[in-house]
């Protein structure tokens, strides 16, 4: 299974970005998809995160109400619409995809396979 992610780049502070995670190599709609950060310095944390059957969706606290996680099956494609971003939220960003139980939907434990990152810079 391969994880191809894309769309990160500099913004100004209160702009959007969407980034995208192509899978292949596998059963898309089989997979809970995440998406996790991790800034310099710090430790890898979860984002967002969709279920593989009813697409639930999960986001830490600190994005909720900016960002949007999605997923296309057809397209086995995840997305991750960020708006009103902020400057903490500059990190390197990495989509994975695997079969969590509910208690590790939110860690990167609960996760098998992972994307290269994409860096998103915000500016102030």
């Known amino acids: 299974v391969q994880l191809q992610a894309s769309g990160g780049g500099l913004v100004q502070a209160g702009g959007s970005l969407r980034l995208s995670c192509a899978v292949s190599?596998?059963?898309?709609?089989?997979?809970?998809m995440g998406w996790f950060r991790q800034a310099p310095g710090k430790e890898r944390e979860f984002v967002a995160a969709?279920?593989?059957?009813?697409?639930?969706?999960y986001y830490a606290d600190s994005v909720k109400g900016r960002f949007t996680t999605s997923r296309d099956n057809a397209k086995a494609t995840a997305y991750l619409q960020m708006n009103s971003l902020k400057p903490e939220d500059t990190a390197v960003y990495y989509c994975?995809?695997?079969?969590?139980?509910?208690?590790?939907?939110?860690?990167?434990?609960?996760?098998?396979?992972w994307g290269q990152g994409t860096l998103v810079t915000v500016s102030s």
């Open positions: 994975a995809a695997g079969t969590p139980i509910m208690s590790t939907i939110t860690t990167p434990r609960g996760y098998t396979h």
């Open positions: 190599g596998g059963t898309f709609s089989n997979y809970a």
């Open positions: 969709t279920r593989w059957r009813n697409s639930n969706t």
